[in-house]
Structure formats: structure tokens, C-alpha cells
């Protein structure tokens, strides 16, 4: 029997309670709005960096990938226009002096913490990371530094040096995973909302006339990922932003949203951004961003498609997503229902008693060396072992028995199905490798 309900914090206790992230800090109380990934959550991290990249680099040939540096000076984001644009209105309550985005509330209401309504003016809040490079602590603009907020500048910044480095040409594109900042005014549901987070960004750099092409091809691209992600795509939209909604430099925009239990909430951003950003830097850096078109013998600035996802969000997605509670044996149990690429642990590898510890741990330890993520788990009663691993989403358990000796067999256990059968220990990886295929 199924009973799907998944809330925000039964998502957030098991992630703490079986080591997928920890509240930043917490000895200390916890810093708001930063996390850290415990072993689970990296190794899910790095699933979702893997496909993200195997998708990218499937869409198009000419992908670069690159690691920009995450503090960038003053001019640069001048010239983005995120010293200028990028915050957000604020507002506080009077009374109890709680905090608020004000375009999340109704200030002809009371304040929803104390219930009073003495609210300051709206004031716009800068949400760069503002800091100060070298020992000399002044606010001359050439002494100031800020976290990026996004990875995308550093690519724009770049794309002279991509264009000498690899005598590549237009279309390509770059492709980047890393830590964005923001100070949220309000971080909030958990990883959906933070000050640190990261972005896995490509921006495609090609002539204005492919361009609208090239957005409906990343569309479809984008599609494809979340699909073969195995999220139920019935909890997927693509929602065409108006022009209205479009920053003023942006042709198209289409944010990917998914269906959390809060609503329907964007996960990624596609934006043809016109020839925006690689203009400003031009003009601000007074570096020449054109390139020269072969076939027309002109000069012209590159127009820019671009897709940006944050890790952590998705992450979350994926665990809304594969939440489930259902009853087995009159127990509830929780199972993560992960695609089996996704999962953290490919496979968990039990002796039915501790005296056939040792055969198991060998067979372990093979497909261990042989880099798959793999447990070993001998305590408490094969039940419970199981219910340890459907709690992560680990697909495969393989059991050790007494026959084992004699058969050469051992029992796999199907995460989502419960079904259990008899394979040889020869067929092990092949057996996990078709699993993790599907
Ligand atoms: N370069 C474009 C850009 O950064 P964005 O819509 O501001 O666009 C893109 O961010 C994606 O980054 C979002 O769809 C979301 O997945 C993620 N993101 C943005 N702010 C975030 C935050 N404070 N916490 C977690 N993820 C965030």
C-alpha cells in the first residue's frame, strides 16, 4: 500500500538523519542559509554534475567546460549590471523588527510574526557578497571585490581567451558547475533557497540569426534531461516568461518549474539574452568583444543562449520526487524511489549472519576497488538492513546465505519492486551495470 505524502520536513530529517546535509555550523548554532553535504549528498551531487554535463555535451559538439574564480572585481559586475540591479526590496516590521522580502507579503496586512502593522519604507537590498581584496581596508572601487552571484559572468569575461586559446568558432559553448552567493534577504525551504549555492550554467555563444533556433533546440535538450533524470515529468511545466516579465535585454525566456508541495517553483532558467552581457563588457572593459564572420566579412558581437540550473535545487527536486512511504510486512518504510544512475549507493551487500561475513566482504570490496559506490552492512536482521538502504535509495541488496557456499548464488533484492532472486556471484556487475543502465 502507498501513501506518498512527502513534506518539507520529513525531507529535511532524513537528510540529516542519514547523512545527505547538515545545517552549516550547527555547533554553533548554524549559519542561515548554508549547508553542508555530508557523503551521500556529494556522491548525489556528483550524479547530478555527471548527467548534467553528459546532457550539455550531447546537445551540441563545441563545448567547453571551465572553473571561473568566484570573487570578481568591481567593474565586472558594474558592467553586468548587478552592482546597479541586482536586489531585491526589503522591508521591516516597526514592532518586532522581523525581516521581509516585500514583494512576498501584503503590507496592507499585519506582520505575519507579531501581528502588528508598523512596517519601515521598502528599501532595495544589494544581494552581492561585498568584500575587500588585499590589507588595504578602504571603499575605493579598485580595493572592492564581491562572490559571484552567478557563474555566467565569468564565462562573458572570458570569451576573448576562449576564442584565441582554442581557435574555436561560433557556435559554442561554455559550460560551468560552482558556487554562486547570494544574502538572501529571506533564505527559505530548506536547499531551495539559500546564500550558497551552486549553478551548473552553459552559455552558448552564436549569431543572431541561429539564435531562436538554438533556444528551441536547448528547450528540448532541457527536456530530455529532466526526463532521463527519471523525475515524474507530470510534476514538470516549461513556462514561457511574457515580455513583460523578460528582462529588457532578453528575447525569450522559459523557466523549467517543478511541483513542490509549496507550488509550482522555477528550477532553471533559459534565456536567449540577446548580445547583452558580451556588449557591456565591451563597453565597460574598452576590450573589443567582436569577432569577425568569415563569410560576410564583417565584424559582429555574438548573441547568447543560456541554461542555468542550481545543483542544490534539483537536488531537493530529486528528493521530493523519489519521496515514498509505503507498507511492507506492516511496516512503513521510507524508500527514496532514485533512478538507479542517481542513486547514492548502487548496491549494499549483506551476509545473512555474521559467520559468512568474510566471502561477502570480498565480493564487496572487488566492486569497491573497481570504483562503484557500495555498503557493506552486517548488523541488525536482513529486514532491517533493507529498510536502512531503501531509506537512501540504494537499488540493488544482494544477500549471502548458506547455500551460497554451495550454489556459488547470492539473493538481489529489487529496491522498488521487493522482489528477490537467485543470481550467480559471477553475474554481480553485470547485474548491477543493467540496473544502473535502465
Ligand atoms: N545566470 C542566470 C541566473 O543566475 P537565476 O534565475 O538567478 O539566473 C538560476 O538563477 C538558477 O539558480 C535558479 O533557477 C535556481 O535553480 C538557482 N538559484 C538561484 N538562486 C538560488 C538560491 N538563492 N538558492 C538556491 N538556488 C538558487
Known amino acids: 500500500m502507498e501513501n506518498s505524502t512527502v513534506t518539507l520536513d520529513k525531507i529535511i530529517a532524513l537528510c540529516k538523519r542519514k547523512g545527505f546535509i547538515y545545517q552549516s555550523a550547527s555547533i554553533y548554532g548554524g549559519l542561515n542559509g548554508v ?32 572553473e571561473g574564480g568566484l570573487l570578481g572585481p568591481h567593474a565586472e559586475w558594474e558592467a553586468s549590471g548587478h552592482v546597479e540591479n541586482f536586489s531585491d526590496p526589503m522591508v521591516d516590521c516597526l514592532n518586532c523588527k522581523h525581516r521581509f522580502r516585500a514583494d512576498e507579503i501584503d503590507l496592507k496586512k499585519p506582520c505575519p510574526n507579531c501581528g502588528q502593522t508598523k512596517w519601515t519604507e ?9 568584500t575587500q581584496m588585499g590589507a588595504i581596508a578602504n571603499d575605493d572601487k579598485a580595493n572592492i571585490a564581491y562572490l559571484r552571484p552567478e557563474t555566467a559572468q565569468p564565462i562573458f569575461v572570458n ?4 576564442m584565441s586559446t582554442y581557435r574555436i568558432k561560433i557556435p559554442f559553448g561554455v559550460a560551468q558547475m560552482g558556487k554562486s552567493f547570494r544574502n538572501e534577504i529571506t533564505p527559505k525551504q530548506f536547499l531551495f533557497r539559500t546564500r550558497e549555492f551552486e ?3 552553459i552559455e552558448w555563444f552564436c549569431k543572431e540569426e541561429t539564435a531562436l533556433k538554438d533556444f528551441a533546440i536547448w528547450i528540448e535538450s532541457r527536456k530530455k534531461f529532466y526526463a532521463d533524470l527519471g523525475l515524474n515529468m507530470a510534476k514538470i511545466r516549461f513556462y514561457e516568461q511574457t515580455e513583460a516579465e523578460r ?11 517543478y511541483e513542490f508541495p509549496f507550488g509550482f517553483k522555477e528550477i532553471e532558467g533559459i534565456a536567449y539574452r540577446g548580445n547583452y552581457d558580451l556588449t557591456q563588457h565591451s563597453k565597460f572593459s574598452g576590450k573589443d568583444l567582436a569577432v569577425f564572420d568569415e563569410e560576410t566579412k564583417q565584424t559582429y558581437i ?25 507498507v511492507v510486512e506492516g511496516e512503513t518504510r521510507i524508500m527514496l524511489k532514485l533512478h538507479p ?16 561475513s568474510e566471502p561477502m566482504l570480498a565480493i564487496y570490496k572487488d566492486l569497491k576497488r573497481k570504483g562503484y559506490e557500495v555498503e557493506f552492512d552486517e548488523s541488525a536482521s536482513i529486514g532491517k538492513r533493507y529498510r536502512r538502504q531503501d531509506e537512501i535509495g540504494t537499488p540493488l541488496c544482494f544477500t549471502y546465505d548458506f547455500e551460497s557456499e554451495t550454489d556459488k548464488c547470492v539473493t538481489v533484492r529489487n529496491r522498488d519492486t521487493t522482489l528477490q532472486e537467485r543470481i550467480s556471484i559471477d553475474s554481480i556487475e553485470d547485474y548491477i551495470k543493467k540496473t544502473l543502465n535502465k
Not at 122 to 127: A, E, G, K, P
Not at 341 to 346: F, G, T, V
Open 35 to 66: 549547508y553542508d553535504f555530508a557523503h551521500l549528498g556529494t556522491l548525489l551531487k556528483k550524479n547530478i554534475r555527471k548527467e548534467w554535463l553528459k546532457s550539455v555535451q550531447a546537445t551540441f559538439d563545441d563545448i567547453l567546460e571551465f
Open 122 to 130: 521598502i528599501r532595495q537590498f544589494n544581494l552581492m557578497f561585498k
Open 302 to 326: 555574438p548573441h547568447v543562449v543560456e541554461c542555468s540550473v542550481g545543483i542544490d535545487r534539483l537536488l531537493l527536486t530529486l528528493l521530493f520526487d523519489a519521496y515514498h512511504e509505503d
Open 159 to 162: 570569451f576573448k581567451n576562449f
Open 341 to 356: 544512475k542517481m542513486a547514492p549507493i548502487k548496491a549494499a551487500f549483506f551476509p545473512l549472519v555474521k559467520k559468512l
Open 247 to 257: 528582462a529588457h535585454y532578453s528575447k525569450a525566456c522559459t523557466d523549467v518549474e
Open 199 to 201: 549553478q551548473m550554467e
